[in-house]
């Protein structure tokens, strides 16, 4: 474990604990993508397989468990709460799953570091996390109201990815046989897909204007 | 291999 990591499990911790947090308090889901935020229950998923058959650490389960309960729950939040899924914006969040997670499997088939199931269903969920941020982006420039629990959700979420790479980068020359190019290069894709948000998250916030994204 | 059998980052 290092810093960079820390920091962005954390960063990606409060990330999901904010939108959590903001959909149980304000009982309102406006502004959020339910499509993103399925695509990321089936990150840890398929991410998690090994959540029983290989322990690494008492942090590395209960971080685990925590991701797969807050993304679930805002899942379920959405879908079923009789109050949230009211403000939930299905005419609008119509990005299609299967735009997304087929080009991920059929990628996964092909590029691998192993070819086994969990292997594949890793990579898989590698894959699947750099761009399960496309519906919930669209969203926002669709609705052009971002408010800022939403601009720091996205934000939070961006900013985790690009501390796993100073992390990927700190491994690289301090363990020798680290080597895991997938994930470098699912995770440098995720992290340029934040960029333009970051651009404007960042204009917004030196101006203190409300952000806006161009249409 | 470079991989390591187990994934220990989340």
Redesign the interface.
């Known amino acids: 474990m290092n810093i960079f ?1 820390l920091a962005g ?1 954390m960063t ?1 911790l409060v990330s999901v604990l904010v939108l959590l947090l903001k959909i149980h308090t304000i009982k309102s889901c406006a502004g959020i993508s339910l499509k993103t935020q399925e695509l990321y229950a089936l990150v840890f998923t398929t ?1 998690y397989l ?1 959540l029983f058959t ?1 322990y ?2 008492l942090y ?1 389960t209960v ?2 468990l925590i ?1 797969l309960g807050s993304s679930f729950s805002i899942v379920w939040y959405i879908r079923r709460h009789k109050i949230v899924r009211r403000s939930y914006d299905k005419d609008q969040d119509t990005f299609r799953h299967y735009f997304i997670v087929l080009p991920c499997l059929v990628l996964a088939l092909l590029i691998h ?2 070819f086994t199931f969990k292997e594949v269903m ?1 990579t898989f969920s590698l894959y699947l996390e750099a761009v399960a941020i496309l519906p919930q982006l669209v969203l926002l420039q669709r609705t052009r109201n971002i408010d800022n629990l939403t601009g720091q959700y996205v934000f939070l979420l961006g900013a985790y990815r690009a501390l ?1 790479i100073l ?1 990927w980068i700190y491994r690289h020359y301090t363990e020798p ?4 190019w997938i ?1 470098w290069i699912a995770g440098i894709v995720q992290t340029l897909l934040y960029a333009d948000f970051f651009y404007y998250y960042f204009q917004s916030w030196k101006n203190n204007v409300k952000l806006q994204l161009p249409a | 291999d470079g991989e390591s059998a187990k994934h220990d980052e989340l």
């Open positions: 990591r499990d990606h991410r090994d290989d690494i650490s590395n971080m685990k991701f570091h192993k890793w796993y992390n046989h680290y080597v895991h994930t």
